[in-house]
Each structure stands twice: as structure tokens, then as C-alpha cells.
């Protein structure tokens, strides 16, 4: 296995506009042309003249969308209910699906052997535990160490839904590649300089939705203002995409929410709308998410298309399914679930909860 010693940190690519030849990205990766022209493949088609149209819930009304992304009380897979007692048996059933990645170590390693390991991880619910205030998901000590301990020996990237900065902050390691709102705000580590000055060198950014910031404030600032008198529900302003939180919201009023955000998307037929744990989620209508994040990461830090490379990504929402399925697809590396109850994925292995993701990062850098 080839991570025996401290691995380079690469600078990403020069701010967009984004030159194809400098990149060597392939023309789907790339929202602009040499020439600094917006491409318009890289958009989605969304057809909102359907009422209650979701981007990833076709057919379902707003309720049963949230509910069936966000269970309290029983979870369910392939077609049963399982009540919360039922869950261990479920569970041990489902993981001969999708085995632990603590007990399948072995295997991963020997499939590294000879090759380089690329970590992408999530933040909320893989680093951090779900909480009731996203404001206050705060990653423990030990497991920012064992971050920080993997990143000597293995390219890391943090790829979350949060913006950026905020997603940054709350991890508060330099040394790693952090991905913003689904991957729509990407940056390399901070370098310390060479000189010992006070001035710090930050990788290069790139936001394939930089022209989509205005909008995103304007619908965050009509968000706040129409969900202010909902007990319990908070509006995030993630920089590309806003994150409607409706976890502390009563369920009575789930409906209410729903209809607030279906009223503002009328005016904006060029941001879609997805679901995660307990939030909805206002995003531009581009070919764009975690997927994409982890294979331009990938183009950049000149880690794709090759035979000894072996991407790992660890997630739990249904939004890093993305990363998952461009992983499956690709059939060169391996999604890592994180998840107490069982349900569909096109992960590979599987992780109860952050503390076994804690564990699975510190068995990576004792092998290193």
C-alpha cells in the first residue's frame, strides 16, 4: 500500500473561469469554457409546471416527502416497517448487504495494496452526531485528532452541505480539502508560507454556482421572514445552497413549511429542491453535488483514471448517494454508509454511528 509517508498537499486549480487544458477535466465537469463562457450543460431541467414536484420525490406530496426522508420512530426497508425494538435484528440482516467497514478492514486493505487511498467524508451524522441545533454540531476532540492523524498519511477532503467556511470552522484543521454546499464551494488547505511571515497562502477556490449567490440571499432573507413564526423551524444560509430545518418544528406544521418554500421556488425555476435528515434544501439547478465534488477533487489533485488509486467516501444522508453511486459506478472505490437503522444504498460497506467512523480512520492511519 502506497501511504507510508506524509503525502503532498496539491493547490487546486486557478479560480473560474476555468481553462479545460490546464485542468484536464472532461467537458461535463466544467461549468465554463476556455473561453470563460457559462456552459449550459452543466444545467438541470426542472419541470416545475407539475404541482408538489420535488427534485428526487416525483410522485409523493410534500408531507409524505419529509416524512419518508425524515423517520422518528420506525424505519423501513425493502418494503417492511420495522418498530425501534426490531431494529437490531433488522439491522444484522441488512448488513450482510452492506457489511461493517471495521470488520471488512482486511479486505479493504488488501484491495489497497499497491495503491493510494483518497478519504471524503461528511460532516454531520459521520464526524459529528445529529443534533437538534445545527448551530451546535460540534465534532469531538478525539475526533478531530483522528482527522488530523489520517490527513498525515492520506489525502482528506470534507465534503458537506454546510457552506464552506462554517463547515471549516467547525472542523478547524487547515491541512484539508473542504467542499461546501454539496461541493459547490471548494477549497485546498491553507499553506503556512515560506518565509515565516503572518501571511498565510489559501488553496484555490472553485464555485461551478458563483453566479447563483445572489438569488440563493434572496430566497435565505424570504425564508427567514416567512418561517419566523414557526416555532422551531430554521433557515441556514449554506452560501450555494439554504437549508429549511424543520426538526424542531411539530409535525402539524410540517405542512405549513412546505408550502412556504413551494411558494418561493415559484419564482426561482432555476433552483431545485432536494431533502436531507430533517431539512429541505434550495439548491441551483445544476449537474452538480457530491458526486461531481469527489471526481473533480479527484481530476485535481491528479488522482483520477488511475489503476492505483482507491477513493473511500463516508456519509449518512441520502445526499451523499451521489458520491456512493459515482464511486459504484466507476467500480474503483468504496462508499462507506453511516447508519444505526437499515436502508437502501449504493454504499458498499456500512458504519453504525461517528465513533466507528472514529475508529475506521484510526485503523486507515495505523496501517499507513
Aim: charged share 25%; aromatic share 10%.
Amino acid at each position: 500500500m502506497d501511504f507510508k509517508s506524509n503525502h503532498s498537499s496539491p493547490i487546486l486549480t486557478d479560480p473560474i473561469p476555468i481553462s479545460k487544458p490546464r485542468l484536464g477535466i472532461h467537458d461535463s465537469l466544467l461549468p465554463y469554457s476556455s473561453s470563460g463562457v457559462f456552459s449550459q450543460g452543466l444545467f438541470l431541467t426542472i419541470p416545475w409546471n407539475k404541482p408538489g414536484l420535488l427534485d428526487d420525490v416525483l410522485s409523493t406530496s410534500w408531507l409524505d416527502a419529509m416524512k419518508s426522508s425524515s423517520p422518528r420512530n420506525t424505519m423501513k426497508y425493502n418494503g417492511y416497517d420495522f418498530s425501534t425494538n426490531d431494529v437490531d435484528a433488522a439491522y444484522r440482516n441488512w448488513m450482510l448487504k452492506y457489511p461493517s467497514a471495521l470488520t471488512s478492514i482486511e479486505q479493504i486493505v488488501n484491495n489497497a495494496k499497491g495503491k493510494r487511498i483518497a478519504l471524503f467524508l461528511d460532516y454531520d451524522g459521520t464526524l459529528s452526531p445529529i443534533v437538534d441545533n445545527p448551530d451546535h454540531a460540534f465534532m469531538s476532540n478525539a475526533m478531530r485528532a483522528a482527522v488530523r492523524n489520517v490527513a498525515k498519511y492520506i489525502p482528506t477532503a470534507i465534503i458537506s452541505g454546510r457552506s464552506r467556511e462554517k463547515v471549516r470552522k467547525f472542523v478547524g484543521l487547515k491541512e484539508l480539502y473542504y467542499a461546501g454546499s454539496h461541493g459547490m464551494d471548494i477549497m485546498g488547505p491553507v499553506h503556512p508560507p515560506a518565509d515565516h511571515t503572518t501571511e498565510t497562502k489559501v488553496g484555490n477556490l472553485y464555485q461551478p454556482a458563483s453566479e447563483f449567490l445572489s438569488m440563493i440571499n434572496e430566497v435565505f432573507v424570504s425564508l427567514v421572514e416567512r418561517t419566523k413564526n414557526i416555532e422551531g423551524a430554521k433557515v441556514e444560509n449554506n452560501k450555494f445552497c439554504v437549508s429549511v430545518h424543520y426538526r424542531n418544528v411539530d409535525e402539524k406544521s410540517w405542512t405549513t413549511v412546505a408550502e412556504y418554500v413551494q411558494d418561493i421556488l415559484k419564482h426561482y425555476p432555476r433552483l431545485r429542491l432536494t431533502h436531507g435528515r430533517m431539512v429541505l434544501e434550495i439548491r441551483p439547478v445544476l449537474k452538480w453535488d457530491k458526486g461531481k465534488a469527489v471526481e473533480f477533487l479527484l481530476e485535481s489533485l491528479g488522482l483520477s483514471d488511475c489503476d492505483d488509486v482507491l477513493p473511500i467516501y463516508v456519509g449518512d444522508d441520502r445526499t451523499d448517494e451521489d458520491a456512493f453511486k459515482f464511486l459504484r459506478e466507476r467500480s474503483r472505490g468504496y462508499g462507506v454508509l453511516v447508519t444505526p437503522a437499515p436502508k437502501e444504498s449504493n454504499a458498499h460497506y456500512s458504519l453504525r454511528d461517528p465513533s466507528e467512523v472514529m475508529e475506521f480512520m484510526n485503523l486507515l492511519a495505523g496501517i499507513a
